[in-house]
């Protein structure tokens, strides 16, 4: 397999039965493959595993700032990032502080907090916009699709970053999706590798407000749809935003990415990102099962169907109130 110009040696590591197409102009590479996988070796040998972590941020060092420097050009990209609770605010927090060490781009973020008291407003960053939007039902569970379709109607820039709040992004970000969507393309995916950390690694991390590869990680994802995507604001809503019957966990990533392919797709992997540890939420399994069957009712039905229907609805009635 030819490597591309430019593409670290690092992002060719894969199972042995996987195969990975290399991109004909650029960097990385796209799994080709269905779901998520392991990185195997690392789950065997630990030690290997954090000088991938090692290599991977040294080419892609992660900056922690607590502050984002005022800007004063127009917004170029728009992070929104889905909240619920006080648990996770230490994994908020430190993503936050990620994507204020970007460089390079103007940019904002957006935090929607789905509790139904506002509870993070005052303990977020200066720079950071807060929007409360609570479920309709007051004990309803997360929607994370909800989430999403508010902040992107509330952003500013012509660029929307999907993101998680419990996994930390380079530096260079920001600025690698931007280049890509000069280049004319409208979703662009550049994860390779998604280091989870363990345990004690994540609290060293938020307490500090630094990172060092100092631990194995717990594991090496590869070929994640979800956790962060990046998408112009047009083909967002061109292709009807996220479905929100996916409530809970699971499934709505998948699922905006079978319509995300109908655009022009940069689906080449090289940048690593870390996750930051937290207890499973319960009845995370029972919800994951259920979100697993109506992505198969789903994409039974042609993208371009679903583009249709999830187009129909009238986005403006999140609004009321927010």
């Known amino acids: 397999m030819s490597r591309p110009a430019g593409t670290a040696s690092w992002v060719f590591f894969r199972n042995r039965n996987e195969r990975l197409i290399p991109a004909e102009r650029g960097r990385g590479v796209e799994c080709d493959w269905k779901w998520t996988s392991d990185l195997h070796v690392a789950n065997v040998f630990p030690r290997l595993g954090n000088s991938l972590m090692r290599r991977a941020f040294n080419d892609f060092p992660i900056e922690l700032r607590r502050e984002r420097a005022s800007q004063s050009g127009r917004v170029e990209v728009s992070f929104v990032i889905g909240h619920r609770g006080l648990e996770r605010l230490p994994l908020l927090l430190t993503t936050l502080d990620s994507i204020a060490g970007q460089r390079g781009v103007e940019l904002e973020c957006l935090v929607v907090e789905q509790s139904p008291q506002p509870e993070v407003d005052n303990k977020l960053p200066s720079w950071v916009r807060y929007v409360h939007a609570p479920m309709p039902e007051i004990d309803g569970p997360y929607c994370r699709a909800r989430a999403f379709n508010i902040g992107a109607r509330l952003s500013r820039g012509a660029i929307l970053v999907l993101h998680d709040n419990d996994l930390l992004a380079p530096q260079d970000y920001a600025a690698e999706v931007v280049g ?33 590869p100092d631990e194995a990680p717990e594991s090496i994802m590869q070929n994640a749809q979800g956790g962060t995507l990046a998408v112009t604001r047009e083909a967002y809503f061109s292709i009807g935003g996220f479905d929100e019957a996916f409530v809970g966990w699971g499934g709505e990533d998948n699922e905006f990415w079978e319509r995300a392919r109908t655009r022009k797709v940069w689906p080449y992997g090289y940048l690593p990102l870390l996750h930051l540890w937290h207890k499973a939420q319960p009845g995370k399994f029972e919800q994951e099962r259920r979100t697993a069957e109506l992505l198969e009712l789903r994409s039974a039905i042609h993208a371009e169907k679903r583009i249709a229907d999830l187009r129909a609805r009238n986005f403006q009635e999140h609004l009321s109130g927010v």
């Open 180 to 212: 890509r969507c000069r280049e004319g393309y409208e979703v662009v995916n550049l994860k390779r590798f998604i280091f989870y950390l363990t345990e004690s690694h994540s609290r060293r991390i938020t307490a500090r407000c630094a990172f060092s």
